[in-house]
């Protein structure tokens, strides 16, 4: 695998359609996390998502083929092994493509969905605090049930610490209070 330098890439994704996104940028760390010799990428990402308080890990192929949300969590993918493309912001959003050691960081009512995926993809999965996760798809959510969203999303806390970085989130905490949301 090569050495890249870590970086961080950010997205902005306004309201689409009944995605509600978030006022939150989407963060993509590049190559931030880097096992020690000898020890398995899956396990490195795990302990560095659980060192810094996302919790109630998963592991596995990585993200449902369509278009979804969650309404009660922010969530954090961790690539371990091969690769996945992306698209983020629901239709007509950006695609992006993981790689091992890559983090991205959801912040709760941005739509995602796997486009494509190598055969020995892995990624391990987190939620700050180890907070519950619900399911909402793009194409099935009714009004009522996207204004529900909508209220739940704006109640959730801003996470302590990044899940890969261990840093205090400024990018979220400086964030605009409005970003769209037509009520």
Do not use: C
């Amino acid at each position: 695998m090569p050495e890249t330098t870590p970086s961080l890439e950010t997205f902005f994704f306004k309201p689409n359609g009944r995605v509600p996104n978030s006022r939150f940028p989407v963060l993509l760390h590049r190559g931030v996390i880097r096992p020690a010799p000898g020890q398995d990428m899956a396990d490195a990402v795990e302990e560095t998502f659980r060192r810094h308080d996302w919790l109630n890990n998963w592991r596995e192929l990585g993200v449902y083929d369509y278009y979804h949300y969650h309404s009660t969590s922010h969530e954090v993918l961790g690539m371990a092994r091969g690769s996945i493309t992306l698209r983020l912001g629901g239709e007509g959003g950006t695609v992006v493509t993981m790689a091992p050691g890559d983090v991205l960081v959801l912040p709760a009512g941005t739509s995602h969905t796997r486009l494509d995926n190598s055969p020995d993809s892995h990624m391990v999965g987190g939620y700050p605090e180890g907070r519950d996760w619900d399911l909402i798809r793009d194409e099935e959510v009714s009004e009522s049930d996207f204004r529900a969203a909508i209220k739940l999303i704006g109640s959730l806390p801003i996470p302590a610490r990044d899940p890969a970085t261990g840093e205090v989130m400024t990018l979220w905490r400086d964030a605009p209070r409005t970003y769209g949301i037509p009520f």
